[in-house]
Every structure is written in structure tokens, then in C-alpha cells.
């Protein structure tokens, strides 16, 4: 993987600007000022990092749209399989012209599994009743495959899973639950890709009255989307959306895909806030990446987020260098007390700065 071999603080050059300065990463090789402004002339050249990105681990370099192939419309990407071809997320295959689920059905999931002690540092734990539940757990299910392709993934290591091994089926991931499991939770990767199994195995849990919570990008097929929230909503639990950019053509230099399903998606999920406003129902997250998240970015998915609700929680979360882009800072002190400003600014009444352990004196 030829972009880790850059060392830490290197200064990367801005190819449509020619600026320099140690916020831009060289896998991506421009300032966000161009992403915003310029996009024809960066979002080109990025297809072609974001595909080496993915054929390291065997993964198909873009979602395919062979009009001839066949549909899984599981997700944003909507995926047209050609043939003996694989989807994007690689669970899913074209044998002889039928769709064949790897994995991510209720009868096989690509996941790892731990029991979480409570407290934990969940996304939601200032606002979630877990943080309360000393001597309890939760059920964390990490899932090996993903629907977009983030190039600072902080989890990358799930693209390691193969969905030819075993798996787990969802009577036998619900099965790990016992007295003290007080909460399941879905992340990874992310749930979006196995949700058939997440569903199947949420309902088991939920008549065990095991509390359902999810972490996910939100790019699943709106009525699967409907069922993960009301499962959350009966069983108290929560449903948690990395809102990574707003401005779509930043989202898509970081992740490669669109982000108009993950705002649609988190639309639909704020419509139910009314039927039961506490504990919070929807909780957004932001991964402050430097250079490119900045105080404006926060700023303009905070407004999205309070015109449905401005209590709902937010929470800013600092960046570790990871993956592909290897060569930024952690978040500085300073930028993350920036975007919590400018979240409140924005009108959100409960935001908070995640993982300050992480957080730097840097730029």
C-alpha cells in the first residue's frame, strides 16, 4: 500500500491549487477549498486512489452498473452485477444470472462479537440509559463488510473478513445474549450490508428485551431503515448516523459514494423522534478530520441536523491517522472546540466532544 509509506506531518501539494501544507492528505492530494469549488477537477482522479484502495483486499474498485447484470438493492449503491462478478460490498455474487448472498442473510453473517462491559465509550453514552447499567454488557456485533469505501476508515480491518468462512447465523449470534446483556449493538464495517441478519437477529433480542441500537452510514433501503428504527424505538434503544460531510462532493472524495441516501435516510429517521423523545431515539456523529472537516463543514451538517430537531445529540469525534489517509494530524484542541461552536451556532442544543483523549496541540 504504496500511500503508507509517507511519514506523519508530511506536507502534500494541492493538485488544482498547488497550496502545500500538512493538512492535506496525499492520497488525496487536494485542499477541501477544491473539493468544494473544483470538483470536476479532483473527483476524477480520486476514483482511480479509491479503487487501489479496494483491490488490496479483493473488493470490486466501484459499484458495478452493468445494465445487463443483476440488481441488489439492498443499498445507495444499488449495485448491477454482471456475470460470476461480486456487488460492492463483495457479499453478494452473479451466478449464472442470480443473485447469491454470500453472507448478510439471517442464516449467515461475516461478523466478530464481544461482550462490551457498561459504561462504554459508545457514541451515545452521554445521552444513552447503558451508561447508567454498571455490571451489565453490551452485545457489540462488528460486521465485515461495508457499503462505502471511507479512505480514513478507522475500522479498515474488516475488509480482512471472508465471506466464505462460516459465519454466524442470527439464532446464534442472539444466542450470546444472557441476564446481564443490556443492549446490542450493530457497527463495523457496517450493518447496512448484513441488515437481513441484523433484523433477524434484532427481533430475537428484542422479545428477550435486549435493547437495539445501531452505528451505521444510514445508506440502507429506506424500508429496511423503517424496521431498524422501530426496533429501536420499542425496545428503548437508539439508531446512531456518522454524518461524515454535507457537501456531497467532499463525502465523495472521503468515501466514494453519495451521501444523499444517509441524509434522506436520516430525515426518515427524525420523523419518528416524536413518538418517543427520551431516551433520545436519533443520534448523529461527526469524524473530525483535519483539513477537511472542518468548523464550516460541522456547521452546515448541524443545521441539517436542527431543522428536524435541535435537541437532538451530536457528538464530534476526534481523528487518529488511519488507512489511506496516514499522513494528517490527530484533530487539534482547537478544531474540534471550533466545530462545537459552530454546531451550537447552528442551533443544536446538546453537542459534545467524543474522545478527547485523542486530540492534539497540533496546527
Known amino acids: 500500500m504504496a500511500y503508507w509509506l509517507r511519514s506523519p506531518q508530511f506536507e502534500a501539494e494541492c493538485s488544482v491549487c498547488h497550496k502545500t501544507s500538512p493538512l492535506i492528505a496525499s492520497a488525496i492530494s487536494a485542499c477541501v477549498d477544491c473539493i468544494r469549488k473544483h470538483p470536476a477537477e479532483v473527483l476524477p482522479g480520486l476514483k482511480g486512489v479509491q479503487a487501489e484502495t479496494r483491490r488490496q483486499f479483493d473488493l470490486p474498485p466501484a459499484p458495478p452498473h452493468d445494465p445487463d447484470g443483476v440488481r441488489c438493492p439492498l443499498c445507495v449503491n444499488d449495485c448491477r452485477i454482471p456475470e460470476s462478478q461480486r456487488g460492492f460490498c463483495g457479499l453478494r455474487e452473479n451466478q449464472q444470472g442470480k443473485l447469491v448472498h454470500l453472507a448478510g442473510t439471517p442464516s449467515k453473517g461475516i461478523l466478530h462479537w464481544y461482550y462490551d462491559p457498561l459504561p462504554t465509550n459508545c457514541v451515545a453514552d452521554w445521552v ?16 465485515g463488510a ?17 465471506p466464505q468462512s462460516k459465519g454466524m447465523s442470527a439464532e446464534e449470534l442472539a444466542a450470546k445474549a444472557h441476564a446481564r446483556t443490556f443492549c446490542v449493538c450493530y457497527f463495523g464495517g457496517d450493518p447496512t450490508p448484513q441488515m437481513p441478519h441484523a433484523l433477524a437477529t434484532s427481533r430475537i433480542l428484542a422479545n428477550q428485551g435486549v435493547r437495539v441500537c445501531w452505528e451505521t452510514n444510514g445508506t440502507m433501503q429506506p424500508k429496511l431503515l423503517d424496521r431498524a428504527v422501530k426496533l429501536s424505538l420499542e425496545t428503548g434503544g437508539c439508531i446512531k448516523f456518522d454524518l461524515k460531510a454535507y457537501d456531497e462532493n467532499l463525502h465523495l472524495a472521503l468515501t466514494s459514494v453519495t451521501n444523499k441516501r444517509t441524509l434522506e435516510n436520516f430525515a426518515r429517521a427524525a420523523s419518528y423522534i416524536p413518538q418517543r423523545p427520551n431516551p433520545p431515539l436519533v443520534i448523529a456523529s461527526t469524524l473530525l478530520v483535519p483539513g477537511y472537516v472542518d468548523a464550516e463543514e460541522v456547521g452546515e451538517i448541524a443545521r441539517f441536523i436542527a431543522s428536524f430537531d435541535p435537541d437532538i445529540p451530536y457528538a464530534l469525534l476526534g481523528f487518529h491517522p488511519h488507512f489511506y489517509i496516514h499522513d494528517l494530524p490527530r484533530t487539534s484542541v482547537r478544531h474540534a472546540e471550533e466545530a462545537e461552536a459552530a454546531a451550537r451556532a447552528a442551533g443544536l442544543t446538546n453537542v459534545r466532544i467524543g474522545n478527547r483523549h485523542l486530540l492534539s496541540r497540533d496546527y
Open 146 to 162: 461495508c457499503s462505502f469505501n471511507c479512505l480514513f476508515c478507522q475500522n479498515w480491518h474488516y475488509r480482512q473478513m471472508d
Open 128 to 143: 444513552c440509559e447503558g451508561h447508567t447499567q454498571y455490571g451489565h454488557v453490551n452485545l457489540a456485533v462488528f460486521y
